[in-house]
């Protein structure tokens, strides 16, 4: 499997109830795209030195599921939200074994 | 749950074979730290604009699960190994339900 990992800092304009319903739209995600297999996605709580704001770690059962993921339209939609309002974004993609 | 995600670039010295016992490291802690309950550790894999170098996505019953992998002395090992060649890192701390 592929994990996709993604860590966030966003403007302050950004607000908490954007943010939840940001986050709501991303957790609705596996209803409508099949390669999505897990998705989890929550603002940091603990803050400290390297602590950025919010992360998404979304499981796919390979890169052809990723990339129609990163194509699909729902996606597109989370995307038009998010991208005006990001400052930084760090992204890790790597293989995890099927069973964890 | 408490998901901790972190996310890596290194210099270019720590070489593959260096990476990869570092992560062996990383991948032999749920066995010695009983509040770790899951660790799942890898190398980017696809690259891209926004793509760091390796990330490590692991969870905790809660914060103080989290406290205590922190201080534990695996750990305290394994960031020996990586404080001298860490380019950066960006942490995110947050909630998941019980059950993915």
Do not use: C
């Amino acid at each position: 499997m592929i994990r996709h990992v993604a860590v966030f800092r966003f403007v302050p304009e950004f607000t908490v109830d954007q943010r939840e319903h940001w986050m709501s739209l991303l957790r609705a995600l596996p209803a409508q795209i099949p390669s999505l297999k897990r998705m989890s996605v929550g603002v940091d709580v603990l803050g400290g030195e390297h602590a950025h704001e919010l992360a998404i770690v979304a499981d796919f059962d390979d890169l052809d599921g990723l990339a129609l993921y990163n194509r699909h339209p729902a996606h597109a939609e989370v995307l038009r939200i998010s991208a005006p309002v990001k400052v930084s974004l760090a992204t890790v993609d790597f293989e995890i074994p099927d069973v964890e």
